[in-house]
């Protein structure tokens, strides 16, 4: 480990990760696969050890470009995480096998049941035959650690989640500047998972891109205060070298915000922040990739 980057409890796993990590949809852009693949090397080289990714970004390109990369003694060096769209056990189960051959792994640290962002996702997900089924059989056979769910939509969905009677690892959900204002995530399920030490996995730190839009906070800025957020590992895009360097600058420098910074990030991002026209991830359905691919749930 570098220990320049921090490193957090995983809720209670036991486990550390580095405060911020890989995300796994950016690795798909790249023209060249090479470039993912090296990207992703010299991130885990750096200290950076949470790999985020899910079985459908880009047709299963993110996840085949990062299992290159786990190759030649990385996997040893990360903690990779992997998300599941298929709502029945069968569909889950099938999507796990796939998710195993193209990260080229024997088990996958952290399965996640991904997009939850509708309250039929969550009565599908624990019917019978559900998705938990295949969840808890694999973690039993030790194809997984750890069981999580991530979405980006609504703060009730994720707390019908919690309410159901399932001990969870991990929830991955969006934690941002402008978050703080709209449909909030931190005011509404940041403090149960506090409570309940359950692993917190923010995401959309520069809310998928359009926080530049607002001319209001510094990515850096907007990082830091993801991290001053009590998250355990704050995952970032990561298209580019540049990317890379900018995560691993905002990890490295890091430190703990005064009360008065926060109140200044706030109230500069408090009138962009309102009706969500910028985190369109909770507005629209951009981001919904389960919704542009039904079939996937099946």
Partial sequence: MNHDIPYRELGRTG???????????HLGLPDNPADAVAMVREAI??????????????SGESERRMGEALKDGYRERAFVMTKVDGRTKEAASAQLDQSLQRLQVDYIDLWQLHEVIRFEDV?????????????????DEGKVRFIGFTGHKDPDVHRRMLAQDF???????????????????EHEVLPVLVER?????????????RLFETNTVTAIEALHYAMNLPTDVVVTGMASRADL??????????????KDEVASILAR???????????????TQHHDSTAMHPGWLE
Avoid at 167 to 182: G, K, R
Avoid at 245 to 258: C, G, W
Avoid at 269 to 283: H, L, M, N, S, V
């Fill in 45 to 58: 080289d750096a200290g950076i050890t949470f790999m985020d990714n899910s079985w459908d970004y880009h």
């Fill in 123 to 139: 009565n599908r997900a624990f019917a019978p035959g559900g998705a938990i089924e295949a969840m808890v059989e694999a973690r």
């Fill in 167 to 185: 001990e969870w690892d991990t929830v991955q959900m969006p934690l941002n500047v402008l978050d703080a204002h709209y449909r909030s995530f």
């Fill in 197 to 209: 030490n359950i692993g917190v996995i923010g995401m959309k730190p520069l809310c998928a891109g």
């Fill in 15 to 25: 486990e550390k990760v580095s405060i911020v990590g890989v995300g796994g949809f």
């Fill in 269 to 283: 991002t408090a009138e962009k922040a309102q009706g969500g026209t910028f985190e369109r991830y909770k507005t």
């Fill in 245 to 258: 360097a900018q995560a691993i600058d905002a990890a490295t420098s890091f430190r703990p915000l005064r």
